[in-house]
């Protein structure tokens, strides 16, 4: 791999010293969870883009390459190696989204090592489940990189040419009956194939947009996904701020063609929003107005969660709304009780976890988006005892842990658990979470 940016080395030992001040049974896990994207997953290519594996994977996927690098971005005016890096990732993905819109995963080099399913193929491709969330999660690592930095470089001809892309399948899968997209995995499992010869389930028009797969790469029940459409609320907003200022974009850029690309921004963000607001409520006899997880706007719901993000529990995360607000609280509610059937409760941990994983594994991105998004310091100090009590005495997080026996895990090496941990703990830190709490002894027991 890659020379690791002397700002990362620093702020990972500053991030182990503090945790063995303030918390030791983390200790040990946060400097190489804080290290583990950049230290084994990030490629540097010949063209000057960063490719990121997920880990045991070796195949990069928009929406975890954005995640698993998320947590460098505050750092990033501080060192000039690290901004040619997350702009190599940035590069790396609109490449990716003008290779294909619809696809959720690449490879590195050209070839057959993805999935040879039947949808529209391409040898850049490993795999071409469509999830909405893939075309949301660069403008979020755009967005937030520019608001970091400042720099409008990012902004060129390729980066207008991508959020056109991104907008019209957006729009187009507002009108699913007419999308020319549709996915088969012949002899896989349900949940890797999508039914009605490919197209899925029947939808009516609702305003929001279409998703076949969830973040799980699961497909999806009813085809309006709830979480990833309210991420496509906020990344459309994102968008339109970015294109309300034409002065970022080089003067080679047709200033009318970056105002329309914004109002279709704002009007998609509107759309989408109503459309959640009119079809994805629903009323729980014990929980009140809530969000459900899925709908086909013919009448059916799916009242769930699932641990990968986005999700419902991740709202506050993805800027959706705050964590205060009453429907997400009442939502929230639901998620953390039995009522939930991704909800466990065992020996030695009580979280989410998802249907692309073992019945009663609960996943460790779970846990902490519960701490991340949670207001209740009790709350958060009993995420983090499960999290320093169900690594397997790996110093590492993992995809999902039985609850009863943590050493039986899936995937030991999934950086995105590692990042988003990381996020938690630089969060925890910043927010002086300690310093009102005081130490946690022994959270090991």
């Known amino acids: 791999m890659n020379r690791i940016p002397n700002i990362l080395l620093e702020k990972a030992d500053e991030l182990e010293i503090y945790y063995q001040e303030h918390c030791p049974a983390l200790a040990p896990l946060a400097k190489q969870c804080f290290l583990n994207t950049i230290e084994t997953t990030v490629k540097e290519q010949t063209d000057g883009t960063c490719f990121?594996?997920?880990?045991?994977?070796?195949?990069?996927?928009?929406?975890?390459?954005?995640?698993?690098?998320?947590?460098?971005?505050?750092?990033?005016k501080e060192d000039e190696e690290l901004r040619r890096i997350l702009?190599?990732?940035?590069?790396?993905?609109?490449?990716?989204?003008?290779?294909?819109?619809?696809?959720?995963?690449?490879?590195?080099?050209?070839?057959?090592?993805?999935?040879?399913?039947?949808?529209?193929?391409?040898?850049?491709?490993?795999?071409?489940?469509?999830?909405?969330?893939?075309?949301?999660?660069?403008?979020?690592?755009?967005?937030?990189?520019?608001?970091?930095?400042?720099?409008t470089d990012i902004f060129d001809g390729e980066f207008l040419t991508m959020i056109r892309e991104i907008l019209g399948v957006i729009r187009k899968?507002?009108?699913?009956?007419?999308?020319?997209?549709?996915?088969?995995?012949?002899?896989?499992?349900?949940?890797?194939?999508?039914?009605?010869?490919?197209?899925?389930?029947?939808?009516?028009?609702?305003?929001?947009?279409?998703?076949?797969?969830?973040?799980?790469?699961?497909?999806?029940?009813?085809?309006?996904?709830i979480p990833s459409n309210m991420m496509a609320v906020v990344a459309m907003g994102y968008l339109e701020e970015i294109l309300g200022h034409p002065e970022l974009f080089s003067g080679e850029e047709n200033g009318t063609v970056i105002q329309k690309l914004a109002e279709e921004a704002k009007k998609l963000r509107e759309e989408i929003r109503q459309g959640i607001e009119e079809y994805a409520v629903v009323r729980h006899p014990v929980y009140g107005e809530m969000y459900a997880y899925e709908t086909d706007g013919l009448g059916h719901h799916l009242c769930m969660d699932d641990a990968n993000s986005p999700s419902l529990l991740a709202l506050p995360y993805l800027d959706y709304c705050t964590r205060n607000d009453?429907?997400?609280?009442?939502?929230?509610?639901?998620?953390?009780?039995?009522?939930?059937?991704?909800?466990?409760?065992?020996?030695?941990?009580?979280?989410?976890?998802?249907?692309?994983?073992?019945?009663?594994?609960?996943?460790?991105?779970?846990?902490?988006?519960?701490?991340?998004?949670?207001?209740?310091?009790?709350?958060?100090?009993?995420?983090?005892?499960?999290?320093?009590?169900?690594?397997?005495?790996?110093?590492?997080?993992?995809?999902?842990?039985?609850?009863?026996?943590?050493?039986?895990?899936?995937?030991?090496?999934?950086?995105?658990?590692?990042?988003?941990?990381?996020?938690?703990?630089?969060?925890?830190?910043?927010?002086?979470?300690?310093?009102?709490?005081?130490?946690?002894l022994p959270l090991t027991e």
């Open 173 to 225: 899968e507002q009108h699913h009956d007419n999308s020319c997209y549709s996915f088969q995995r012949p002899g896989a499992r349900p949940t890797d194939t999508l039914p009605c010869e490919g197209r899925g389930t029947p939808v009516g028009y609702t305003g929001m947009s279409w998703s076949g797969f969830r973040p799980s790469d699961d497909s999806c029940t009813y085809g309006y996904l």
């Open 87 to 151: 702009k190599g990732v940035i590069r790396k993905q609109i490449s990716q989204v003008l290779t294909d819109p619809y696809a959720n995963a690449f490879n590195e080099t050209p070839g057959k090592q993805g999935w040879q399913d039947l949808t529209k193929l391409n040898d850049w491709v490993w795999e071409r489940k469509y999830e909405l969330d893939s075309l949301c999660a660069p403008i979020y690592l755009v967005y937030r990189y520019w608001k970091e930095t400042e720099e």
């Open 52 to 76: 990121v594996i997920t880990g045991d994977i070796e195949a990069m996927w928009l929406r975890d390459s954005s995640a698993q690098v998320m947590h460098y971005i505050r750092f990033v």
């Open 326 to 440: 009453e429907r997400y609280q009442n939502t929230r509610r639901f998620i953390l009780s039995e009522e939930n059937p991704y909800y466990f409760a065992g020996k030695e941990a009580k979280g989410i976890g998802s249907p692309h994983t073992p019945d009663q594994y609960i996943w460790h991105i779970g846990i902490i988006m519960q701490a991340l998004t949670s207001t209740d310091s009790e709350e958060i100090g009993t995420c983090l005892e499960y999290l320093a009590k169900t690594h397997a005495d790996t110093n590492f997080m993992h995809e999902s842990f039985d609850k009863n026996d943590s050493r039986n895990y899936t995937r030991s090496w999934f950086a995105w658990a590692n990042s988003l941990f990381a996020e938690l703990l630089l969060r925890l830190k910043e927010e002086g979470f300690f310093s009102h709490r005081g130490v946690l």
